[in-house]
């Protein structure tokens, strides 16, 4: 097991990897939509979505991902889910990863999106 860190998204914002690789796998810590650039986060949700969406798959490109397992997503309100499965939609190509969505009641810096996920290195 060891740890891997993208310097193309934004750093960990706490004592944990931003992504693990072990036994063919990646494994990414939850991904908020905070911008690579300029380091601010998109106030709608269709922006965070698709903010939040390019870092996670930003992490798995530079790791070699060859495959993308399963996804998790979190929302702060069930009502964005229709938002967020259509820049979903858009930002993944058939087959789609197994996916969970779960409501929560907040995230960290006021994120309305948080999404982690599993992928296989290489053409496994």
């Known amino acids: 097991m060891r740890s891997f860190l993208c310097e193309d998204v934004p750093p960990p914002a706490g004592p944990y990897s931003q992504a693990v690789l072990s036994g063919g796998r990646i494994f990414v810590s939850g991904q908020i939509s905070i911008d690579p650039k300029s380091g ?3 106030a709608g949700m269709e ?3 698709r903010t939040a969406l390019k870092n996670l798959l ?3 490109s530079s790791a070699g991902a060859g495959g993308i397992l399963s996804t998790t ?3 702060t309100d069930m009502n964005d889910f229709s938002v ?3 820049v979903y939609s858009e930002m993944f190509a058939t087959p789609y990863p197994a996916r969970t969505c779960i409501g929560v009641s907040s995230l960290p810096k006021g994120a309305k999106i948080m999404i982690d996920a599993i992928g ?3 053409n496994q």
């Open 120 to 122: 296989e290195i290489g």
């Open 40 to 42: 601010t986060m998109p």
């Open 84 to 86: 967020m499965n259509s």
């Open 47 to 49: 922006d965070q979505a």
């Open 73 to 75: 997503v979190y929302l």
């Open 58 to 60: 930003t992490i798995l």
